[in-house]
């Protein structure tokens, strides 16, 4: 009778062991399950980030060939004698740096009047209570459904008539009047988030609207206008529809129109176009890894409302 109470009592804690290793060994295999998971995911982030900086590498590669190397050599080669006078040939035989300079002043001003601007007509749509507010932002939104091309024809007779053909501020203000509808629904959602406690307490403080909103409500916004500011840049940077209808003075072109400059009837210097490409993708490029955190902490904050 004791020898079957202690194979009882044997088999019981070997069932209690059992029972503890199980959920131990359940916990082994979801770690390497997460892990594996975790490695699958970090391997398609690389081929992503690879696909992505791709293009990059080989513009580069092909700014420093020459056009017998663009034509004879496979398209991955790498030049066999990297040529970075097309560099130095672009930059000051083809005028790139006075288009560069244009691009920079043209960019600059639309995207900081637009900025200004958007946080206005935001601001008053969400903070201030006036018949016609509703109205008013759906015409803004319904502005990002009118197309580029068909506007061309209507804003250069005005334009014309307005004596703004081949100049800057012809380009500036279309480029407010094309991103303003992009920055409004990018704010919205911040500015709804604003707690009004805080425009409460300035006003108890005997604080006026304008300087309520360029002191406390415009800095409150960094976050989110890094993220429009960057969409706006792009879009001002890259754009050439504006450029090659409305600026015929080549002395005032920018970057994207003043390539064409190495395209010829009969000899088309296609390293020096590289060169060009790459210079003109570097402003944005360094633009963005510098502000890169402020625009995933805009986007989230501008997502959220209430």
Known sequence: ??????????????????????????????????????????????LAAAFQIFPLVWLFFFSLKSNHEVFHLPPLALPTNPRWENYVKVWNVGK???????????????????LILGSLVTYAITRMRWRGSSFVLGLFMVAMMIPVHSTLIPLFSMYNQAGLIDRHLSLIISYIAFNMPVTIMILLGFYYALPREIEEAAVIDGCSVNRMFFRIILPM???VLMTTAIINMIYNWNEFIFVNTFISTNELKTLTVGVQNFIGQYMTDWGAIGATLMISVLPVLVAYL???????????????KG
């Not at 029972?19 to 295999?29: A, I, N, V």
């Not at 890169?292 to 997502?303: C, F, H, L, P, T």
């Open 290 to 304: 510098f502000l890169s955190d402020r625009i995933v902490e805009g986007i989230a904050a501008g997502s959220i």
């Open 96 to 114: 790139i740096d006075v288009y560069f300079m244009n691009s920079v002043i043209v960019t600059v001003s639309a995207t900081v009047a637009t």
């Open 221 to 223: 916004t960094t976050s």
């Open 1 to 46: 009778m004791l020898k079957a109470m202690l194979q009882t009592m044997v088999s019981a804690e070997g069932t209690v062991q059992q029972g503890r290793l199980r959920p131990q060994q359940e916990g082994d295999k979801k770690n390497i399950l997460d892990r594996i998971g975790y490695l699958c995911l970090y391997l398609i982030l690389i």
